[in-house]
């Protein structure tokens, strides 16, 4: 249902994320990013509770994949879940769970992660992933605009766009 892009720029120290959907109000209920710590999308039948709990175990100095490992261990219905998460470091992880609906995939790179779910064709996550990758050299949040872009271009969500947000932070 939701297609997102999570970075860090190591030369600036910004920690962005940039996501769209169908369902109302995205903004409000999947990303989640503190300053000086990591930002975290959760999507995918999602559970708003789950981000607060990443971005904790960030702040107490877990790394990504830990943090994956902590949710998996609390959240029983984690196979239905889509959640990728960049430190302050630029460390970057995903979880895709085996009960995500068709067309769901993430690509993680350098400091960054590109991941959807619900989505139109199997090539909306690799076109965000090249928009990324192309886009070296412009503004931060150009870049993430470019990834997103790209995804809707592509077709993006499998049930249209309705709800867009970009959130930047300096680490």
């Known amino acids: 249902m939701t297609f997102c892009i999570i970075a860090r720029e190591p030369g600036s120290g910004l920690l962005g994320i940039a996501q ?11 990303p989640f990013i503190r300053s000086n710590v990591g930002a975290v999308s959760t999507q995918a039948y999602t559970d ?34 889509q959640v990728g998460i960049v430190d302050r470091h630029g460390r970057a992880a995903v979880h ?50 470019a990834a997103v872009v790209a995804a809707r271009d592509e077709g993006g969500d ?4 309705r709800s867009a947000c970009m959130l930047v932070y300096q680490t």
């Not at 499998?158 to 766009?161: A, K, P, V």
């Open 20 to 30: 769209a959907t169908n369902p109302l109000s995205v903004g409000g209920r999947c």
């Open 48 to 81: 708003p509770g789950l981000g607060p709990l990443a971005i904790e175990l960030l702040a107490l100095g877990h790394a990504p994949h830990k943090v994956l490992k902590e949710l998996a261990e609390t959240d029983e219905h984690f196979a239905w879940r």
């Open 96 to 145: 895709t769970g085996a009960q995500c609906k068709p067309h769901s995939d993430a690509i993680v790179g350098d400091g960054y992660l590109v991941m959807g779910n619900y989505l139109l064709t199997d090539q909306v996550v690799p076109k965000m992933d090249a928009a990324w990758k192309a886009s070296a050299g412009r503004l931060f949040e150009e870049r993430l605009m």
């Open 158 to 161: 499998l049930g249209g766009h």
